[in-house]
């Protein structure tokens, strides 16, 4: 039984290249998944061109956005279950949620774009984790970072900036726990932590170099114990 499946076609043209999926050859754990007739994905010298080039399932859908002008490549979410991708790895699911979004790239000089994507009810190797939001900006050599996790006993919030470049990379992060269920780190230590309980508070601040990072701050623990 079929539970994965991507079928389409590549079609060679004088001066690009076209996929287009096949109807009835999509699927994605186990159901089918309807894509437009007239989608094509192309491949030419002036960079990729998407149209029509999306899947769904009522009502999730997954759909690729170019645009030529400033080359910048957009995945689009629409209450997508994470659980149709995740499901591919066999075992415990590592995660599951429902994800809105976009998530965008771009190849210019500037590589200016914004994403920003929701998962609500997230769950980490079957473990409620809360809502999750991330923001990410990047514009020339540095990325921009904002993210929340909320539920009804944590409260995590962390942003700052990432620069790359040819000689250095540093950082600069702030993480407040306002406040952190410790159980949210217990599917994060793959096993080597159990019966994970008590919350932390408290303020961190991560910054430097990856040769060279800093980690300063202070955190309060409250009824915490684990195996």
Same mark, same amino acid.
């Given at each position: 039984?079929?539970?994965y499946?991507?079928?389409?076609?590549?079609?060679?043209?004088e001066?690009?290249?076209?996929?287009?999926f096949?109807?009835d %050859?999509?699927?994605?754990?186990?159901? !089918?998944?309807l894509v437009? !007739?007239?989608?094509?994905?192309?491949?030419?010298? %002036?960079?990729?061109v998407?149209? /029509?080039?999306?899947?769904?399932?009522? @009502?999730e859908?997954?759909?690729?956005?170019?645009?030529?002008k400033?080359?910048?490549?957009?995945?689009?979410?629409?209450?997508?279950?994470?659980? /149709?991708?995740?499901?591919i790895?066999?075992?415990?699911? @590592?995660a599951s949620g429902?994800?809105?979004?976009?998530?965008?790239?771009?190849?210019?000089?500037?590589?200016?774009?914004?994403?920003?994507?929701?998962?609500?009810?997230?769950?980490?190797l !079957?473990?409620?984790?809360?809502?999750?939001?991330?923001?990410?900006?990047?514009?020339?050599?540095?990325?921009?970072?904002?993210?929340?996790?909320?539920?009804?006993?944590?409260?995590?919030?962390?942003?700052?900036?990432?620069?790359?470049?040819?000689?250095?990379? !540093?950082?600069?992060v702030?993480a407040?726990?306002?406040?952190?269920?410790?159980?949210?780190?217990?599917?994060?230590?793959?096993?080597?932590?159990?019966?994970?309980?008590?919350?932390?508070?408290?303020?961190l601040?991560?910054s430097?170099?990856?040769?060279?990072?800093s980690?300063?701050?202070?955190?309060?623990?409250r009824?915490?114990?684990?195996k």
């Amino acid at each position: 039984e079929n539970k994965y499946v991507l079928g389409g076609v590549f079609r060679s043209q004088e001066n690009n290249f076209r996929f287009r999926f096949l109807r009835d %050859q999509v699927m994605l754990n186990y159901s !089918e998944w309807l894509v437009p !007739e007239d989608n094509y994905l192309e491949f030419s010298k %002036q960079g990729l061109v998407a149209h /029509n080039f999306s899947i769904s399932k009522d @009502p999730e859908k997954i759909t690729l956005v170019t645009t030529v002008k400033d080359s910048t490549l957009s995945v689009e979410f629409q209450k997508l279950q994470l659980s /149709n991708l995740t499901r591919i790895v066999r075992g415990v699911m @590592p995660a599951s949620g429902m994800l809105d979004g976009n998530l965008k790239f771009s190849s210019s000089s500037s590589g200016r774009f914004n994403s920003s994507l929701h998962i609500s009810e997230l769950e980490v190797l !079957e473990k409620p984790f809360g809502d999750l939001t991330l923001d990410l900006a990047h514009a020339g050599d540095r990325y921009t970072i904002d993210l929340t996790i909320k539920n009804q006993g944590s409260n995590l919030v962390a942003n700052g900036y990432y620069v790359s470049n040819p000689t250095t990379s !540093e950082f600069n992060v702030t993480a407040d726990l306002s406040p952190l269920n410790l159980q949210l780190i217990e599917p994060l230590s793959f096993g080597q932590l159990q019966d994970v309980k008590g919350i932390a508070t408290g303020t961190l601040k991560i910054s430097g170099t990856l040769e060279k990072p800093s980690i300063r701050g202070s955190i309060n623990f409250r009824e915490a114990s684990f195996k």
